[in-house]
Each structure stands twice: as structure tokens, then as C-alpha cells.
């Protein structure tokens, strides 16, 4: 036979938590013996095993007392239930655990997996932060807006970014950020980018190129993210579109328009 103290430390529980349990109802409460205490059996050290395990478990004392008086079918069906209510539980919080995680990985909140990747690839290769930031938001909503396509998207722009013409361009694209619209570099950026565009169209088609299929209000949206944080691009398509493409976000092959006469050139 126990004693209250001796059944507490034996079941797990406080000696106030045994007598909430008795004034609740759910723990029979033993007459006290010849010396003035009350003892417990070993039914009592099962009752309250089953009674803490389930009130841990998260189920309302109401609910632990109608389940203790339950048969066996009802309570092994009971437990049955609580017991997908948890798994469920422990997947829902190993979600939250996951995007807890992510919070102190920046990008990896708001984005795919494969970008994240991405974005870390061009980090690795030298591209200046503003023009990977100026990537990373165009990502954002274009995942958000078709989110199914951002896997197919995502295998090109990493077959893309293999190409040295175009990493050469990024880089350079780098160097260039915080010239004016003026500078040299900028027309040698769109030639070269220009070339590398007819090439690609030319190699794999125009659809190549240009495989969005995005709203106009996105394409708009996207278009603005990239010139607020990379200000030369806004140059960029100026000069593209002398060379027979424009767009940003877009990218479209248009006839080349003339370019304008370089101050002091002889015209041809």
C-alpha cells in the first residue's frame, strides 16, 4: 500500500496534482486507515498513470473521467483517435519547426528551394548582392503566381547560367552598377547581352527566350522591382531595343531601331 506521496513520485505527478484529480472525480479518493492515512493500491498507480498520460496528451479532464469508465472497445478507439489527433499535431509543428528554420535563411522564407539555390549560385559566382536581391524579388511573386511552372523555369535558368557569356555579363553588369547612363560599359553590356540573345533565339528558338506567359500587370510589377534595384537596367533596354530586343521580365525580338549618333562621330 502507498501513501499519497509514495503514489505521486510512482505515477509521475505532484501530491496536488492527486488531489485535483480526487476533487475532480477522477481518482477515487481511499478511506484512511487505523493511523490516519489514506493508502493506495496498485489500481490506483494505473488510474492515475492513465489519467496524467491522457490530460498530457491534451484531452480535457471531462473527457479523461468519461474515458476511464469507458469499455474497452470505446477507450482503445478513444485512444485510437487522440493518437492521429497527435501525429497530425507533430506534422504541423514540424512545419512551423522547418519555417522557424528558414526565418534565419533569408530567401529560403518566400521561395522555392531550386531559387534559393539559384540565387546562392550567382552569390558564388561573384554577382553583385543588389542584382541577386533584384532577382530574388522578381522570384517572389512569379513563384506566388504560378508556382507549378517555377520547376521548369528553374532547370533553364540553371542550364543558362552555365554559359560563361552569360555569367560574364553579370559580372560585368556588377561593375556597372553604379555608373552613369552614359558610361561606355553600358553599351558593351547591351551588345554583349544583345548578341547573346539572338544566339540563344537562334540556337533553341524565340520561345526559348521568352517562355513567361506572364500577365501584364506581373510582367509590369517585376519589370519595376529590377529598375528600383538595379538602375542600369532600365538603361539596358534602351540600348537593347536598338538591338533588336526589349523587355526586361519579358524579353521580346523586335527590328532593330537607329541608334543614335555618338557626339563628334561622322554619320555613315
Same mark, same amino acid.
Given at each position: 500500500?502507498?501513501?499519497?506521496?509514495?503514489?505521486?513520485?510512482?505515477?509521475?505527478?505532484?501530491?496536488?496534482?492527486?488531489?485535483?484529480?480526487?476533487?475532480?472525480?477522477?481518482?477515487?479518493?481511499?478511506?484512511?486507515?487505523?493511523?490516519?492515512? +489514506?493508502?493506495?493500491?496498485?489500481?490506483?498507480?494505473?488510474?492515475?498513470?492513465?489519467? +496524467?498520460?491522457?490530460?498530457?496528451?491534451?484531452?480535457?479532464?471531462?473527457?479523461?473521467?468519461?474515458?476511464?469508465?469507458?469499455?474497452?472497445?470505446?477507450?482503445?478507439?478513444?485512444?485510437?483517435?487522440?493518437?492521429?489527433?497527435?501525429?497530425?499535431?507533430?506534422?504541423?509543428?514540424?512545419?512551423?519547426?522547418?519555417r522557424i528554420a528558414r526565418l534565419a535563411s533569408g530567401d529560403g522564407l518566400a521561395l522555392p528551394v531550386e531559387v534559393?539555390?539559384?540565387?546562392?549560385?550567382?552569390?558564388?559566382?561573384?554577382?553583385?548582392?543588389?542584382?541577386?536581391?533584384?532577382?530574388?524579388?522578381?522570384?517572389?511573386?512569379?513563384?506566388?503566381?504560378?508556382?507549378? +511552372?517555377?520547376?521548369?523555369?528553374?532547370?533553364?535558368?540553371?542550364?543558362?547560367?552555365?554559359?560563361?557569356?552569360?555569367?560574364?555579363?553579370?559580372?560585368?553588369?556588377?561593375?556597372a552598377l553604379d555608373r552613369a547612363d552614359d558610361d561606355p560599359r553600358l553599351v558593351e553590356l547591351a551588345d554583349r547581352l544583345a548578341a547573346y540573345l539572338t544566339d540563344m533565339a537562334d540556337e533553341r528558338g524565340e520561345d526559348y527566350v521568352d517562355d513567361t506567359e506572364m500577365a501584364s500587370p506581373l510582367v509590369t510589377l517585376m519589370d519595376r522591382l529590377a529598375f528600383d534595384t538595379v538602375p542600369p537596367a532600365r538603361r539596358l533596354i534602351e540600348l537593347l531595343g536598338q538591338r533588336g530586343w526589349t523587355g526586361w521580365t519579358k524579353l521580346v525580338r523586335v527590328a532593330p531601331r537607329c541608334r543614335p549618333i555618338s557626339r563628334g562621330a561622322a554619320p555613315r
Amino acid at each position: 500500500m502507498l501513501t499519497i506521496g509514495e503514489l505521486a513520485s510512482y505515477a509521475g505527478v505532484t501530491v496536488r496534482a492527486v488531489r485535483h484529480y480526487h476533487a475532480k472525480g477522477l481518482l477515487p479518493e481511499p478511506e484512511r486507515d487505523h493511523s490516519g492515512y +489514506r493508502r493506495y493500491d496498485a489500481g490506483a498507480v494505473v488510474e492515475l498513470i492513465k489519467i +496524467r498520460t491522457l490530460a498530457e496528451a491534451g484531452v480535457p479532464l471531462a473527457r479523461v473521467r468519461e474515458l476511464l469508465r469507458a469499455g474497452e472497445e470505446e477507450f482503445a478507439a478513444a485512444v485510437a483517435d487522440i493518437d492521429r489527433r497527435l501525429r497530425a499535431e507533430i506534422r504541423e509543428r514540424q512545419r512551423h519547426r522547418e519555417r522557424i528554420a528558414r526565418l534565419a535563411s533569408g530567401d529560403g522564407l518566400a521561395l522555392p528551394v531550386e531559387v534559393v539555390e539559384y540565387l546562392d549560385r550567382l552569390r558564388a559566382l561573384g554577382v553583385d548582392e543588389r542584382i541577386v536581391r533584384a532577382e530574388r524579388d522578381g522570384w517572389i511573386p512569379l513563384a506566388a503566381h504560378s508556382p507549378a +511552372r517555377v520547376p521548369a523555369w528553374m532547370a533553364r535558368k540553371r542550364e543558362q547560367i552555365e554559359d560563361p557569356r552569360l555569367v560574364d555579363f553579370y559580372l560585368t553588369l556588377s561593375q556597372a552598377l553604379d555608373r552613369a547612363d552614359d558610361d561606355p560599359r553600358l553599351v558593351e553590356l547591351a551588345d554583349r547581352l544583345a548578341a547573346y540573345l539572338t544566339d540563344m533565339a537562334d540556337e533553341r528558338g524565340e520561345d526559348y527566350v521568352d517562355d513567361t506567359e506572364m500577365a501584364s500587370p506581373l510582367v509590369t510589377l517585376m519589370d519595376r522591382l529590377a529598375f528600383d534595384t538595379v538602375p542600369p537596367a532600365r538603361r539596358l533596354i534602351e540600348l537593347l531595343g536598338q538591338r533588336g530586343w526589349t523587355g526586361w521580365t519579358k524579353l521580346v525580338r523586335v527590328a532593330p531601331r537607329c541608334r543614335p549618333i555618338s557626339r563628334g562621330a561622322a554619320p555613315r
